[in-house]
């Protein structure tokens, strides 16, 4: 009854989104406050509707009911109940519930709030949001219903793909889906400016939380996708440019460039047409991202279907969302452009220099993700890109935005001169010299890419540091600790994700220079050398798990000295219901670096494959992905100081932002 009720509400939500879609366009239009006041109403009953039917569908998991399709297909009676409830979402029937819930979720809660909002602005904003409901809505009942029955329930369920079975997995796409459809709210705020033909300063004021709660969520999203990867697929790497690791990386990139964007809007008036079109761009990526992993166009671990029909459902949703407001782009995008009044050596000459940057970043990772398709569509020829081509197109992007991250926090609007540039730029330069020329006296075999990227975490660590400094310095007769309280929450949000930025480069950097690899076949009493370490293989032991049995290998790792300092037991396991074998890495994090070991095939008599890593520094990859976020965070959050705070000694400095993870 309660799945029959779930189906019901989800159809019931199809309904309401197109009332929420269309009345209060018509509504803002002709004036009529009436129909207006329809968009808030029905987007907290779609948000109402949906939720029920996602609760629904969640009940089905959670209670084995082998009845309903889905569950029978992607369950076992014998998951831990974790699983259960995150396999809700680890197929696509129930990935698009949870899309379309944190969809109406935005939706509701723009309805709930936005007080202070124009009613037509407020009613165009949660109309557009109705229609990608609609969208989306009718892509799940018409192609992906996640309530379909059969006719003989089995037994019990065949399972949930074992590498799905994991903590990550059940709060990854959560996160990352935040990410993804809170850039709608960035594109209905865009097409509803294109509508009304109006785009000024309150309109990137309200939109910027919206922006920055998405970037949060996708940074956060990203950095556990890459984690995942990293501990449970058994490669020991964090990054391998997969079509929907990148797919991903897209929409951030262009969210990145639109928060910056939104900025010059917000405080100077400017870029107003250029704020629009990287909105529409931002949320057509993420569509882009929905339509690889959905589509099974491009092989990735990641996909979640490979059926065209609901790919082309997916190209159709993306035709519209970008067609019809690119349309309305060439109409109004011309009466929204605005005469520069800056010098290019000012705040919003660095950064449009930031925007062009990233959009170039954006088409670098779209142009690498998608040139082996259309190369076999035309020639049948099958090639892979891979990280050679990043390395030698992104990279150098990427490198150029470090430089600007270091620069443009301290520079004026207008013109760029203030007290603090030169004194920000020497320490800056000194910082990249001395790491660079530390790091090329000391190391041997370094090449060239190394010691830059070393010289621009240098670079951006220096600046960093002086900026703050020549903010908190006493001067005036107020003290440190004075002047820290006066400076606005959003300027510390700026240097925390900047920050991040520089610890996310140190594990990047230090794991791809000092990493240590040995793949050795052993038997019990070998001893392997690894870094400056000896690990004894003692032997392999049988465990039994909750819904698998498991082979897992005893590794001592000892010091030069010989003191035992860890145990691992990387395990081979062996799923019952699934009939699927895992691997299954045993790490041991510090902050230093991590031991990792994975257990491969053999026995007693040839010996076991053991595959030994030691990965310097590479926690601090996530550890600066999560600065990096809950920097954002408090830039969000300080919007409030700092109006409040329009006095503060501080200056030049109030209207600065955290960057991205790759760039400022």
């Avoid at 159809?11 to 879609?21: N, Y």
């Avoid at 935040?178 to 004021?205: C, N, T």
């Avoid at 330069?429 to 000391?442: E, Q």
């Amino acid at each position: 009854m309660i799945t029959e009720l779930g189906h019901f509400a989800l159809i019931t939500a199809f309904v309401l989104s197109l009332v929420q879609g269309f009345l209060p366009l018509i509504g803002a239009a002709r004036g009529n406050a009436a129909m207006m006041l329809i968009a808030p109403a029905a987007a907290i009953s779609v948000m109402l509707a949906v939720a029920f039917s996602f609760g629904a569908l969640v009940w089905g998991f959670i209670t084995s009911d082998f009845s309903l399709a889905l569950v029978a297909n992607h369950s076992h009676s014998t998951k831990p109940m974790i699983y259960k409830i995150s396999g809700t979402w680890g197929n696509h029937e129930g990935s698009l519930i949870l899309w379309i819930l944190i969809l109406a979720i935005y939706g509701g809660v723009l309805a709930l709030g936005g007080r202070a909002m124009p009613m037509a602005l407020k009613a165009r904003i949660l109309a557009v949001q109705g229609l990608v409901s609609t969208g989306f809505l009718a892509f799940s009942l018409f192609t992906s219903n996640p309530f379909l029955r059969l006719g003989t329930a089995p037994l019990d369920g065949k399972g949930l793909n074992p590498i799905l079975q994991d903590p990550g997995l059940a709060i990854h796409p959560p996160t990352l889906y935040l990410g993804y459809v809170g850039l709608s709210m960035a594109f209905a705020f865009a097409v509803a400016a294109l509508i009304s033909g109006e785009v000024d300063r309150l309109w990137a004021k309200w939109m910027r939380p919206w922006i920055m709660a998405a970037w949060c969520a996708l940074t956060c999203g990203i950095a556990l996708g890459s984690w995942w990867a990293y501990y449970e697929l058994g490669w020991g790497g964090w990054w391998f440019w997969d079509p929907v690791e990148n797919a991903s990386l897209m929409p951030w990139l262009a969210a990145t460039a639109l928060l910056h964007s939104a900025i010059v809007v917000e405080k100077r008036g400017q870029l107003k047409s250029w704020t629009v079109l990287l909105a529409i761009m931002a949320f057509s990526l993420s569509l882009v991202g929905t339509f690889i992993v959905r589509s099974g166009l491009l092989t990735s671990v990641h996909s979640f279907a490979s059926d065209p029909a609901r790919g082309v459902f997916v190209l159709v949703i993306l035709l519209f969302a970008v067609g019809i407001p690119l349309a309305l782009y060439a109409w109004r995008g011309p009466q929204l452009v605005t005469t520069a009044d800056f010098s290019l050596t000012s705040r919003e000459g660095g950064l449009i220099a930031n925007n062009m940057l990233l959009v170039v970043a954006t088409a670098i990772v779209l142009l690498g993700t998608f040139y082996p398709l259309g190369l076999e569509m035309v020639t049948g020829a099958r090639i892979t890109v891979g990280p050679p081509y990043f390395d030698a197109t992104f990279n150098p992007v990427m490198a150029l935005l470090m430089m600007i991250m270091a620069i443009g926090p301290v520079m004026a609007w207008r013109h760029g001169k203030t007290a603090r540039l030169r004194v920000v730029l020497i320490t800056a330069a000194v910082g990249a010299g001395i790491t660079a020329g530390l790091t090329s006296a000391f190391a041997v075999g370094f090449s060239i890419g190394a010691l830059v990227a070393l010289g621009l975490i240098g670079w951006l660590g220096a600046g960093i540091g002086a900026d703050i400094w020549q903010q908190l310095k006493p001067h005036g007769g107020a003290g440190i600790a004075r002047r820290a309280r006066r400076v606005p929450t959003e300027v510390i949000g700026m240097w925390l994700a900047h920050f991040g930025i520089v610890i996310f480069m140190l594990g990047a950097v230090g794991d791809n220079l000092y990493n240590s690899e040995q793949v050795v076949r052993a038997k019990p009493g070998d001893v392997i050398q690894i870094a400056d370490r000896n690990v004894t293989f003692t032997g392999v032991k049988q465990v039994q798990g909750p819904n698998y049995q498991a082979l897992a290998a005893q590794l001592e790792y000892r010091d030069q000295s010989g003191k035992l300092f860890a145990l691992l037991t990387p395990e081979k396991r062996i799923y019952n219901a699934e009939r699927q074998t895992t691997t299954e890495a045993a790490i041991r994090p510090t902050l230093r670096g991590d031991d990792y070991a994975v257990l491969g095939d053999g026995d007693n008599k040839i010996g076991f494959t053991l595959r030994l890593y030691y990965k310097p520094l590479v926690s601090w990859i996530w550890g600066g992905a999560a600065i990096m976020a809950l920097g954002g965070l408090l830039a969000a959050f300080g919007r409030q100081r700092t109006a409040a705070n329009q006095t503060s000694p501080v200056t030049n400095s109030t209207t600065a932002m955290p960057a991205s993870g790759r760039g400022a």
